[in-house]
Each structure stands twice: as C-alpha cells, then as structure tokens.
C-alpha cells in the first residue's frame, strides 16, 4: 500500500460525524484504531480531542507521526494500554478487520465510564449512471474478476459489517445497546483525483499493472464523457454504544 497516496486520496468523513461522536463521548481523549495515516485523526483533533493510535501497520504508523500523532505499531486486541485509559475509542475503515468481540473486550477495558465506542465506514453510494458506468469498466477490463464493486449497492456489504460489530459489542456484555448512525454526504472528483484514489481500494492492490492500467484508462475515459469531473455520493456509517 502506498501510504501516501491513501493519506492523499482517501475519502475524509463528514463533520456531521465527527461532531455527533465527540458531542456523545464524555471527554476529549481520543483512541483512533487503525489510525493509518491520520485521516480521521486529523478530523478529531480539528474538533478540540486529544488523539492517540493504534495500527498493526508500521508505514501507515509512520506516516501518522508525521502529523503529530502519537502512534503504537500492534494489533488492538493484544495491545498493552498501560494503564491508560480514554473517552473514546474510534476506528474508521478498520473494524472489519478487528475481532469483534475480543475488540469489544479492549475497548471497554480502556475506556472510562460512559466512554464511548464508535466504528465507522464511508460508503459508496454512486449514482445509476456512475454505477453503470463503473461497472462496465471493470467486466470489459477484467471479465474473470471475483469482485465488481459496483455490481450491487455498497451498503448492502457494509451493513454485514454493521452488524457483525453490532453482534460483537452485545455478546461482549460490558456496553449498551449499540446504536447505528448513518451521515449522507457527497464529494465532487476531477478524473485525476478518482484516478489517484482507485488503487488503494480494496482488492485494487494485488492487480496485475497491466489490469490497473487498462482499468484506470477505462474509468478514466467513463469520466471524460461527463466533462472530466462527477459527484460521488457516500453515507457514512456509524456503529456506537456507551461502556456500561
């Protein structure tokens, strides 16, 4: 992964977001897991928190010191907090690849009473035409592919995941109810911008370059065809519950 291009790239998340979870924690000292660059940890130090991160990768950790962050390189689950203790514990794009019932288990031991846990994800939500259009892209350029991510709504997959992290807070037991917010947002993209961010999508890493080059030349001229520039429409969304 290159790091710097992700950090470059990558979608930010909709303020709306950030205020509700920093107006729902009961203080401003923030855990980000699976921190990567600081994407969201910039968001969260814009609003007034304190942030510390967790991140199993050691480039992406790098990266995030960069700007300021204190960084621990290891896997949540087995992390040593050494005492301390948070207002919240976030994780934006990253959960999925966390436990998550043993990843419930350390948050709560790190977070004070009535501090919160809130797991997030932006998701595509294209219009018919971009969709459409994206697709037919990826089955032209790569008809034998396992995956099409846009062959159906991207919220169908990501509400799995909202509810596999759902699942593992309750059955963990040290938190209420989860709830689940949901943020709709849009961002406008030149061709270059989308260009620059496709490769750091999931399962866009492992492509042969030759595959990645006739699917960018591909999305590229999709996009030429709507004068060079189309709005992506996301919905950001949250899972969250309070220790109890």
Not at 51 to 64: E, F, I, N, P, S
Not at 98 to 123: H, I, S, T
Not at 136 to 150: I, K, N
Not at 230 to 244: E, G, H, P, Q, S
């Amino acid at each position: 992964m290159d790091s710097a291009r992700y950090d470059r790239a990558r979608p930010r998340y909709p303020e709306a977001m950030v205020e509700r979870i920093v107006t729902a924690s009961p203080g401003r000292d923030f855990l980000d897991v699976g921190i990567g660059t600081g994407i969201a940890a910039r968001q969260f130090r814009a609003a007034g928190c304190r942030v510390v991160g967790v991140d199993v990768d050691a480039r992406m950790a790098d990266l995030a010191r960069s700007s300021g962050f204190e960084v621990e390189v290891a896997a949540f689950e087995s992390w040593d907090p050494v005492g301390r203790t948070f207002d919240a514990v976030v994780a934006g794009q990253f959960w999925h690849w966390v436990d998550p019932v043993a990843g419930a288990a350390k948050a709560g031991e790190v977070l004070r009473p009535d501090g919160r846990l809130a797991v997030f994800w932006n998701v595509f939500q294209p219009a018919s035409d971009v969709r459409e259009a994206f697709s037919a892209v990826y089955h032209r350029v790569m008809p034998d592919l396992p995956f099409d991510p846009w062959a159906r709504p991207a919220l169908d997959g990501y509400s799995a995941l909202a509810a596999k992290a759902s699942d593992g807070i309750r059955e963990e037991g040290a938190f209420g109810d989860p709830e689940q917010w949901t943020f709709e947002w849009e961002r406008p993209y030149t061709r270059a911008e989308w260009l620059d961010q496709l490769p750091t999508a999931s399962g866009h890493t492992e492509l042969p370059p030759a595959q990645l080059e006739a699917l960018l030349a591909g999305t590229g001229a999709a996009i030429d065809a709507w004068g060079g520039k189309f709005t992506m429409r996301y919905t950001a969304v949250v899972v969250t519950a309070t220790r109890a």
